[in-house]
């Protein structure tokens, strides 16, 4: 078995960690074994410990994970407003979502499945001896990079949430009081500098879509701005744009095609195939056409193109466009969705009909982090510190486009806003931009989301009440609270 088709295969291992539960019964990690294998039976040699690696990976096609439920709290932002037959979400989109709303909920179980076999991977793999040193030290830095993704998006949606470490995996010790945001943090920096330690720089065909050393230090990058750590993220964001290994693709299209959306700039992505697909582009596809239809990007999104910006066709279905669903060529009718646009740029259709579901889901991308370099620096430095950081991503995108020069924060927000548009990056922007006062997000929730024809949108338009610092982050899941018997205490506000 080549590695890619290892990334691919859902492994038979969710036996490993069955009873390694988080409350004792019934809670985030009560997965239901498919396999008859234990911790005294696995973890025996190189072949088990790239499997095991595997199915860490494979948590991240979860429905209910990166699969959906992730994008559905940048319905929270002023870019999108959410579709389908999910009445429940628009608890998230108007902030009146509590403990118990089900978008809260759902993938708080899948982090930390993906903890656990994180966990379970680093206390496991030390001790074999029959395997090569270098896949030894790749298997483990994996597992860290993976552990603190999870921790990352609990981070992000929670701000506190309980620390699982290996020492809590071998003393079974998972009911565990939450920890503060800056604990998560220092969590978050300690797994991802081990990870940069130990991951190679770059793979071989064989080996892509498994993390290196350059999506550890894009990780990191991104915790330091959200710590508001501004000179450390510009030395960890450098380490990657500075990186040829991690180079811009020569295309923008490039990230979101079939056959290259594995390039030098996508760092982390979700690894899926016909046989083992994430739900993310159905979630995204118009309903007329094999998809489900949940996100719709609304016109302000739309309007932040500028004229002559080819990444506006990439990115979005508008009214009258042509789109090539495999069998026929269909025209976009305003119909097909609450605002009359989609995400094109998730949409792939295979040539004897259906989606194609070989596009792979974007996590995390040199883009991002060439913009996050720029504005860390144009915050300590002033405008036009980041000039260049700016104009390497627009004139990838075209050559004909106006350059930029001196800079400041409103640029460099426009940019990221078209360069990231429907990446689940909108919300997280906002909220960094709101917290350093650079923006008022109480004001830009006042307005209501528009549909293409500059109306406001029937379902998720409406002006909303956004309350700081309550909804900076979510509440915890009440069930899981109950379970924990006053172990687990809700967030503030809540």
């Keep these: ?27 985030v990690l009560d997965i239901k074994p498919q396999g008859n294998y234990t ?46 037959d999910h009445d429940f979400d628009s608890q998230i989109e108007d902030f009146t979502y509590d403990a118990t709303s089900p978008s809260v909920n759902f993938g708080w179980r899948w982090k930390y499945e993906l903890i656990n076999r994180a966990n379970a991977a680093l206390v496991n793999i030390p001790r074999i001896t029959n395997i090569d040193a270098a896949i030894k030290s790749r298997c483990l830095g994996e597992a860290a990079f993976l552990r603190a993704f999870a921790y990352w998006r609990l981070l992000l949606i929670y701000g506190e949430a309980p ?21 998560l943090r220092q969590q978050i920096e300690k797994d991802l500098q081990a990870a940069a330690e130990q991951l190679p720089e770059k793979y071989d065909d064989v080996n892509s879509g498994r993390v290196s050393k350059g999506a550890a230090w894009a990780l990191l990058c991104k915790l330091y701005m959200e710590w508001g750590k501004l000179d450390q993220a510009i030395v960890a964001g450098n380490k990657v744009i500075t990186n ?20 030098s700039e996508m760092l982390f992505a979700v690894q899926t195939t016909d046989l083992t697909k994430s739900d993310f582009i159905t979630y995204h596809a118009p309903r007329k056409w094999s998809g489900w239809s949940f996100f719709y990007p609304v016109k302000g999104l739309v309007d ?78 002033g405008p036009g510190a980041g000039d260049a950081e700016i104009m390497a991503i627009r004139r990838r995108a075209s050559a004909t486009l106006p350059p930029v020069a001196n800079a400041g924060m409103k640029a460099l927000m426009h940019e990221r806003r078209v360069e990231l548009c429907g990446e689940n990056e ?13 923006i008022d997000i109480v004001t830009i929730n006042q307005q209501p989301k528009l549909s293409y024809d500059g109306t406001e949108v029937t379902r998720g338009g409406a002006p909303r009440k956004f309350s700081r610092p309550k909804h900076y982050y979510f509440p915890l899941p009440q069930s899981d609270i109950d379970r924990s018997k006053g172990v687990l205490v809700q967030n503030p506000l809540y």
């Design 304 to 381: 932040e193109f500028e004229p002559g910006d080819p990444r506006k066709s990439i990115c979005i279905m508008a009214p009258g466009d042509k789109i090539d669903i495999g069998t026929s060529i269909e025209t976009v009718t305003p119909d097909l969705s609450w605002t009359g646009y989609h995400y094109r740029k998730f949409c792939s259709w295979k040539t004897t009909g259906g989606l194609n579901y070989s596009v792979k889901t974007p996590l995390l991308r040199t883009a991002d982090i060439y913009l996050l370099v720029a504005e860390a620096k144009i915050r300590l430095n």
């Design 1 to 27: 078995m080549t590695t890619m088709q290892s990334i691919r295969h859902i492994l038979l291992y969710t036996g490993i960690s069955a009873s390694l539960l988080f409350t004792g019964c019934k809670s």
């Design 163 to 183: 620390i699982i470490t290996e020492d809590d995996f071998l003393k079974t010790n998972y009911i565990k009081p939450k920890a503060t945001s800056d604990q």
């Design 244 to 263: 040829a290994n991690y180079a811009l693709t020569a295309n923008y299209a490039d990230n979101f095609l079939q056959a290259t959306s594995n390039t």
């Design 39 to 84: 911790s005294d039976n696995y973890w025996r040699n190189q072949d088990q410990a790239i499997d095991g690696i595997t199915g860490i990976y494979n948590v991240l096609l979860e429905e209910d994970f990166t699969g959906f439920n992730e994008f559905v709290f940048d319905n929270c932002s002023d870019d999108q407003v959410r579709g389908g």
């Design 426 to 438: 909108r919300q997280q922007d906002l909220l960094r931009w709101d917290k350093a006062k650079l």
